[in-house]
């Protein structure tokens, strides 16, 4: 009971994001997605290169 009180008497609790751990890379690739081979349809799937080509004709889309 005394805990309850003492955080009620504090002004709550105080809850801040976690630190960041200074070993992460900033360009990691965290899906396959994001790979240049998905990106370009390289690596086989008739999907992925039909996505790749929308894709083409959308960075297109606005260039003259």
Known sequence: ???ID???AGG???FRPAKKNGNDAGDKVKTKAKKKQYITGAHGSG???QKAKY????ANRHKK
């Open 47 to 49: 999907s992925a290169r």
């Open 55 to 58: 894709r083409q004709q959308r």
């Open 6 to 8: 003492d955080i009620i």
């Open 1 to 3: 009971m005394a805990d």
């Open 12 to 14: 709550g609790i105080v």
